[in-house]
């Protein structure tokens, strides 16, 4: 009678880590199972939102087959991904307080109103870019919300740099005119 030998060891992360690399979707299975709750337990402490904690642990895992190339086993496979998770986290939190920055305190915002309200404000202001054409907003969205140059927006948009500098100066024109005539 044959038998039949099952190995009821779990891998290890170093064998998981080779698996991934080789886009085995079990190895995958394997290291969500063993590591999302703590990574999104860690994405939460850094952004103090259960979704957007969700959404980094989901960006991790999507993105793990390409950052594995750059996994050189120094320490534990579980340390760097809680590295790749902390850094990813960071990006998200930097990337809204950038958004929430640019919203809250764009220039345009600043009315001389007794008791600011900075919903409507932002509601205002998102409702304005709505109304710009896409080529206005989007440079203006690139340079003042993302933080980009004009030589980023213009290597971006396959566009002169000269031809991103007018076209900013003609949204913030035309925002001005929504605002204004929104008072």
Same mark, same amino acid.
């Given at each position: 009678?044959?038998?039949?030998?099952?190995?009821?060891?779990?891998?290890? $992360?170093?064998?998981?880590?080779?698996? +991934?690399?080789?886009? $085995?979707? $079990?190895?995958?299975?394997?290291?969500?199972?063993?590591?999302?709750?703590?990574?999104?337990? +860690?994405?939460?402490?850094?952004? $103090?939102?259960?979704?957007?904690?969700?959404?980094?642990? !989901?960006?991790?895992?999507?993105?793990?087959?390409?950052?594995?190339?750059?996994? %050189?086993?120094?320490?534990?496979?579980?340390?760097?991904?809680? !590295?790749?998770?902390?850094?990813?986290?960071?990006?998200?939190?930097?990337?809204?307080?950038?958004?929430?920055?640019?919203?809250?305190?764009? *220039?345009?915002?600043?009315? !001389?109103?007794?008791? *600011?309200?900075?919903?409507? %404000?932002?509601?205002?202001? %998102?409702?304005?870019?709505?109304? +710009?054409?896409?080529?206005?907003?989007?440079?203006?969205?690139?340079?003042?919300?993302?933080?980009?140059?004009?030589?980023?927006?213009?290597?971006?948009?396959?566009?002169?740099?000269?031809?991103?500098? @007018?076209?900013?100066?003609?949204? @913030?024109?035309? +925002?001005?005119?929504?605002?204004?005539?929104?008072?």
């Amino acid at each position: 009678m044959l038998s039949s030998r099952v190995d009821l060891t779990e891998p290890s $992360d170093a064998e998981l880590a080779v698996r +991934l690399e080789r886009r $085995d979707e $079990d190895a995958l299975r394997v290291v969500y199972a063993r590591f999302a709750t703590p990574l999104l337990r +860690l994405a939460f402490r850094f952004l $103090d939102s259960v979704d957007e904690a969700e959404d980094v642990v !989901q960006e991790v895992f999507v993105g793990l087959p390409l950052a594995l190339r750059h996994y %050189e086993e120094r320490g534990t496979f579980a340390a760097w991904l809680k !590295q790749l998770t902390v850094r990813t986290a960071l990006m998200h939190r930097r990337s809204r307080e950038r958004r929430r920055h640019a919203l809250l305190h764009f *220039p345009m915002l600043h009315r !001389q109103v007794a008791t *600011p309200e900075p919903l409507i %404000e932002r509601l205002t202001l %998102e409702a304005a870019l709505a109304a +710009l054409p896409r080529t206005l907003r989007d440079v203006f969205v690139l340079y003042h919300i993302e933080h980009f140059s004009h030589a980023e927006i213009a290597g971006l948009l396959g566009i002169r740099r000269g031809t991103a500098e @007018v076209r900013l100066h003609r949204a @913030v024109r035309r +925002l001005r005119s929504i605002l204004e005539s929104d008072r």
